[in-house]
């Protein structure tokens, strides 16, 4: 049944396949061909349009960063996975290129820009924190706010009457309840936490 | 005649929850035993009813009767009887006939369970339930009905989704799921009830807490499941993407579990009454707004059917409940009769109902009810923002795993901090220098239990940080065992100790047990999302690659024929040195009605980590294979965690053998101890 | 056993509640029409990016030196069934426009695959091969079918996700500038 398994999925590295084609066969007739060579393909293909690169980055660190990139990138063809996670075909192509990218030298905000530009901001997992999208960044932290405030008000109430009558969870756990009169200190122990619990509600 | 009789047995069981409500209803507001007993009937009846007609679609399924509607859309001869059963809720006319099948098991069982107690509430219970399952009975009969007769009926069906054939799990993580959404419709009508009775009274507290925990447990277990398969069946290596419907499944459990806390303090206190019962609604009316996200093809989600009629239908239907709830509480509330000795506290209260010390259980509980509540804010809010962006200016957003996690981080640490630091505090106030000790022995081996992982080199300060306070946590927890067993054990020796302990407490010990396995949860979740190693290789057979500390060697493909789908897998063995340890076949499954394969992860694990092998892509002949290999450490006790809270509920939920066993008296167990 | 005979409404619990459940509602209800699936393109409307591919028989192609007349620009896979559902089309249309360059751009798929199918599907036009998916990323590919028209200035003038047929690609190319 499976005539071809790597449908939808390749990833091979097409650039040496390409480039010996080209070199193979040279220019045919026809209207807006050019003779590149390999290399100018190869180098064509790491660079951001009207973006200069920046130092590459040392080894050791091109992998953390392209995952982080890509990592935040969501897959096109996916549901909601990002660039990082998902094997479809999309992905590995993108995570393909944004390495090639990050090894050219090319930031993390102009990598981003790149993809925004032809994905809009959808292809964020995360949002910038501009105009509207403030909603998802402070509304978490106004939720918070509230959530504090009206705890605390509940504190506030209570220090205000701290002279009142109050059950005090001292009374059953002291050495004085009536539960720990008992010599054995064990029988102590275990009323003395028996009292604590009753002190609670058990309540079924 | 299938399609006849489901048909029938739906419109039926239509009539008897109809007639049901409205017998309940007027058995509630004419105070009326007799009508009560009616209601109880038609309750039986519907449940009756609509759990026949699940059975009769999964003879029809079986049978391969293919003049009924659903199936001819997901039925098909090849499809192994397992997966043909589980086709009842593959699509979704199915599901949601399998939805009223399990509203039917809940009606049952809690009709009869509270059968002849609760008078001045099982009316209106009643009531509130069937309105609900004339609901779902009507979608079932008319807009989803997967009993109608198709004219001239194939001789084969396509079978179901191939993405639920391809794993056992998907056997057991819907249903769970389900009785964790449908359950909560229960503890949703005994809170309607009591608004109706106005009153609220520890008699009924005491059910409904237990009718809350029924479907949390489900709900807990299912969602544990669904991580479970989404890790072993997607090939993402991951368990948890914040995708619209796995947060819909979040969102309930959230107010089912502040819920499950709040109540305690509604009980003890008397305080946060509105608020209690708010979120006990609330609960129930996320899991509507769950199900909407899942079936109206508004989100994007592995979970989405298509864009069906169904989606307006049920908006329709939460509005209502919507707007019947907040009416409801707002008109009612007030009028609550709640039990004498609450008086005390109430009228001495302040705006909230009652007064807090910051140094108390309730303080503990407060501030665990406002931090659910930012989270389900803040996760709803990130679920929906897409919608409002789209809806305000017309752009297109996605939230996804990076912005949530940047949220869960901090929120989730400080439920493990307010996890520990609960039960160590007693109710009501407390001097500080008694409570140092109680927070400091735990806090000192919360250091000593992630001082191992550190020597092992999980040294990132976040990890460690959750682990500590995990630690914390689960000393505190095992401390509430170990103390009074302790103390008993010097008399009593050891055995005896634990049983006697166990008995008297056994609802706590539950509760503790369950918090252990939320420490756990938090622990592998700290390690897996801290310590995840991955990377992609292109192999050639023979040759092998490592990650962490596993090395796989490629052996090459094969290709195994079954009736219902062709795989084409990739050999590898786990190898150490010379000796192999196992044999991992990621695979690729070609279903017939499917053009893309479905790429079927394989996992091997061990206590310390998981290996995970996803395919990428594969040569036809065998000659490559590129390789995703995920190095994930502690998945298996994950996995495990949910079966700890599994059993921690269990052991809460079981019934009383005999309700006489809670302390009555501290003198008891002197009279009950031997000489 | 009767509730007090007070009445009242809890306003508090009024506002609050509506000022929740109400919008969520109206959310929902003004989300019906959303398809969750579509993924947006920023480029349209603007200049079409630059490209360099080399075709089947290895000659390349550079956007450059098409500038000037219209361009459509079809992403395809021989793996993608509505691709081959609107290949006739776009061959028609092809063979009608003599004065708009019409490529193909073969994504995530084998020069050789599409060779073989094109044999027998046939073609009036050239097809690039697009191995690392540069282009396609270059021009916010999402999924196959994908059609890009551009006109003359080499702008973007319309992105077509899915399927074309013969009076749609009519549409698009007058508005890219075609005769």
């Excluded at chain 1, 996975?81 to 905000?109: I, W």
């Excluded at chain 2, 502040?258 to 006990?280: D, N, P």
């Excluded at chain 2, 040759?543 to 090395?551: K, L, W």
């Excluded at chain 2, 499917?594 to 000659?623: N, W």
Aim: glycine residues 10%; contains cysteine.
């Amino acid at each position: 049944m499976p005539p071809s398994l790597a449908r939808g999925r390749r990833r091979f590295a097409g650039l040496a396949l390409t480039a010996t084609a080209a070199i193979g066969t040279g220019a045919l007739a026809g209207g807006g061909e050019l003779d590149p060579t390999t290399a100018a393909i190869a180098e064509e293909a790491a660079t951001i349009p009207g973006v200069s690169p920046g130092p590459a980055p040392a080894a050791g660190e091109i992998d953390a960063l392209t995952n982080a990139i890509t990592s935040g990138l969501r897959c096109p063809v996916c549901q909601g996975l990002s660039v990082a996670d998902s094997t479809s075909a999309a992905a590995v192509t993108m995570q393909r290129r944004t390495r090639a990218l990050v090894e050219a030298g090319y930031r993390r905000e102009d990598i981003e820009r790149y993809y925004v530009e032809r994905y809009t901001e959808w292809i964020l997992l995360s949002p910038t924190n501009e105009g509207l999208n403030k909603v998802v960044w402070l509304g978490p932290l106004g939720a918070g706010a509230v959530g504090l405030l009206v705890a605390a008000s509940f504190l506030r109430s209570g220090a205000r009457r701290a002279d009142r009558a109050y059950p005090s969870a001292d009374a059953a756990l002291s050495p004085r309840a009536p539960a720990a009169t008992d010599a054995n200190p064990a029988t102590g122990a275990i009323d003395r936490w028996q009292a604590a619990v009753l002190a609670e509600v058990d309540d079924d | 005649m299938t399609p006849e009789i489901g048909t029938g047995l739906v419109m039926a069981s239509l009539v008897a929850a109809a007639a049901g409500s409205a017998l309940g209803f007027q058995a509630g507001a004419r105070q009326s035993l007799a009508l009560l007993d009616a209601s109880r009937r038609a309750a039986l009846t519907f449940a009756g009813l609509m759990i026949l007609a699940n059975l009769v679609m999964v003879g029809a399924l079986l049978n391969h009767d293919f003049s009924v509607k659903y199936v001819a859309e997901v039925g098909s001869l090849t499809t192994p009887i397992p997966f043909t059963i589980v086709s009842l809720w593959a699509s979704l006319d199915g599901s949601i006939l399998f939805w009223g099948g399990i509203l039917g098991v809940y009606v049952l069982v809690f009709t009869r369970s509270l059968a002849h107690r609760h008078r001045e509430y099982m009316p209106w219970t009643l009531g509130v339930l069937l309105a609900t399952c004339v609901f779902f009975a009507l979608l079932v009969a008319g807009v989803a009905n997967p009993f109608e007769r198709v004219p001239s009926p194939p001789t084969d069906g396509p079978g179901p989704n191939p993405l639920l054939q391809n794993h056992w799990l998907m056997i057991v993580h819907p249903p769970t799921l389900y009785l964790g959404y449908v359950g909560m419709v229960v503890p949703f009508s005994m809170i309607c009830a009591a608004l109706f009775a106005g009153r609220l009274e520890d008699g009924w507290m005491v059910p409904l807490r237990r009718w809350m925990l029924v479907p949390w447990t489900f709900l807990t277990i299912g969602i544990v499941l669904g991580g479970w398969w989404s890790y072993g069946v997607l090939g993402w290596g991951g368990y948890w993407a914040w995708d619209p419907v796995e947060n819909a499944s979040f969102h309930p459990w959230l107010t089912g579990t502040a819920f499950l806390h709040s109540a305690m303090v509604f009980q003890k206190r008397g305080g946060l009454r509105i608020w209690t019962l708010a979120l006990g609604m609330a609960t129930f009316l996320l899991t509507l707004v769950g199900t909407f996200m899942t079936r109206s093809g508004v989100f994007n989600s592995v979970h989405s059917f298509t864009q069906s009629p169904i989606g307006p239908v049920f908006l329709a239907f939460i509005a209502i409940v919507l707007l019947f709830s907040v009416v409801l509480l707002a008109t009612r509330e007030h009028l609550l009769v709640v039990e004498d000795d609450h008086a005390e506290t109430t009228t001495m209260s302040g705006v909230f109902g009652f007064e807090v010390p910051l140094l108390s259980r309730e303080a503990a509980l407060l501030a665990q009810n406002a931090l659910f509540t930012v989270f389900t804010f803040t996760v709803l809010l990130g679920t929906l923002y897409p919608l409002i962006a789209e809806a305000v200016d017309g752009r297109k957003v996605s939230l996804g795993e990076p912005y949530f996690d940047r949220w869960a981080l901090p929120l989730g640490l400080l439920m493990v901090f307010l996890m520990g630091i609960g039960p160590a505090l007693p109710w009501g106030r407390m001097s500080t220098a008694r409570v140092a000790p109680r927070l400091g022995v735990p806090a000192l081996m919360g250091l000593v239990f992630a001082s191992p992982f550190a020597l092992a080199g999980f040294t990132s300060p976040v990890v460690l940080a959750t682990l500590a306070l995990c630690g914390f946590a689960i000393a505190v927890h095992a401390l509430e065992f170990w103390t009074p067993w302790r103390a008993r054990a010097a008399k009593e020796g050891w055995g005896l100790a634990a049983r006697t302990v166990f008995r008297r407490t056994r609802k706590r010990w539950g509760g503790h047990i369950a918090h252990h396995g939320v420490a756990l949860l938090v622990i592998t979740i700290a390690l897996s999302k801290g310590y995840k190693q991955e990377q992609d290789v292109t192999l050639h057979p023979g040759e092998a690659a490592s990650i962490g500390r596993h090395t796989v060697r490629y052996l090459g493909s094969d290709l195994s024929e079954e009736p219902h789908r062709t795989s084409v897998g990739a050999n590898f063995a786990v190898v150490d040195g010379d000796t192999a340890l196992a044999r991992m076949r990621p695979h690729l499954n070609y279903y017939p009605t499917q053009r893309e394969p479905i790429y079927t992860p394989e996992v091997y694990s061990t206590v310390r980590d998981d290996l995970y092998l996803s395919i990428v892509e594969i040569d036809k002949d065998g000659a490559y294979v590129v390789l995703r290999m995920i190095a994930m450490p502690g998945m298996l006790w994950m996995w495990l965690a949910g079966g700890v809270i599994l059993l921690g509920s269990l052991i809460v939920v079981w019934p009383d053998a005999r309700r006489a066993t809670r302390l009555s008296a501290p003198s008891a167990v002197a009279t009950e101890t031997p000489a | 056993m009767n509730a007090p005979a007070r009445r009242g409404v809890n306003w508090t619990v009024l506002a609050v509640g509506l000022a929740v459940t109400v919008p969520l509602i109206a959310l929902f209800a003004a989300s019906f029409g959303n398809d969750p699936r579509a993924v947006p393109n920023g480029l349209v409307g603007g200049p079409a990016p630059a490209f360099q591919l080399p075709d089947l028989e290895g000659a390349v192609v550079a956007s450059d030196a098409l500038r000037g007349k219209p361009v459509v620009l079809n992403f395809w896979s021989t793996w993608c069934g509505p691709c081959k559902q609107e290949h006739g089309a776009l061959q028609e249309a092809a063979k009608r426009h003599p004065e708009v360059a019409f490529f193909g751009v073969l994504y995530n798929d084998e020069a050789e695959k599409a060779r073989r199918y094109l044999e027998v599907a046939g073609t009036t036009y050239r097809h690039l091969v697009d191995d690392d998916g540069r282009a396609a990323i270059d021009f916010g590919v999402a999924g196959v079918p994908e059609t890009y028209f551009i006109n003359a200035a080499g702008d973007i003038v319309h992105k077509q996700v899915g399927p074309l047929d013969g009076r749609s690609i009519e549409a698009w190319l007058a508005r890219a500038g075609g005769q």
